[in-house]
């Protein structure tokens, strides 16, 4: 106990609860062997579901948000820019665009919509910014 006063008085109470919380998550394995719970990210994207004609994807901060959506066939899906540079939302892949739709979106507050018949699956990404890159699954 005497040591739990000390570790108090030189550290914030908050440090002492992460420690604690710590601990206590590293303990979480029962004695059969199984490993403790943690907190880590999926290793596969979610998938956005939109159920809901128009689906919406937002492009703010260099991202499509979501990068994978999932839409019936006749949903209306609306790119809607929140960064204040020109992005586009350009069917294909880099290097190589289908020609299905090539939306731009010149700054905050614009936006482009295209409507996906088709059952598929649609690459597209922004020609400006390569790394920017999504997927629009049509059921």
């Known amino acids: 106990m005497r040591y739990s ?4 008085s030189r550290f914030p109470r908050f440090a002492v609860g992460l420690v604690t919380t710590a601990a206590l998550l590293t303990a ?19 998938v956005a ?7 919406t994807v937002a492009v703010q901060g260099f991202l499509f948000q ?8 006749g949903t209306t899906v609306t790119w809607e820019n929140a960064d204040k540079i020109l ?9 190589s665009p289908s020609g299905l ?3 731009q979106m010149d700054g905050a507050g614009t ?3 295209h409507t996906f018949d088709a059952p598929g699956t649609v690459s597209f990404f922004c020609t400006r910014h390569l790394h920017m890159r999504g997927e629009v699954i049509v059921r």
Do not use: Q
């Open 5 to 8: 006063v000390r570790l108090r």
């Open 28 to 46: 979480c394995g029962d004695a059969a062997g199984e490993t403790p719970v943690t907190s880590s990210p999926p290793s596969s994207p979610e």
């Open 49 to 55: 579901t939109a159920t809901e004609r128009p689906a």
């Open 66 to 73: 979501p990068d994978v959506i999932e839409v019936p066939a």
């Open 87 to 95: 992005h586009t939302a350009t069917a294909g892949e880099p290097g």
């Open 101 to 103: 739709f090539d939306g």
């Open 111 to 113: 936006s482009f919509s």
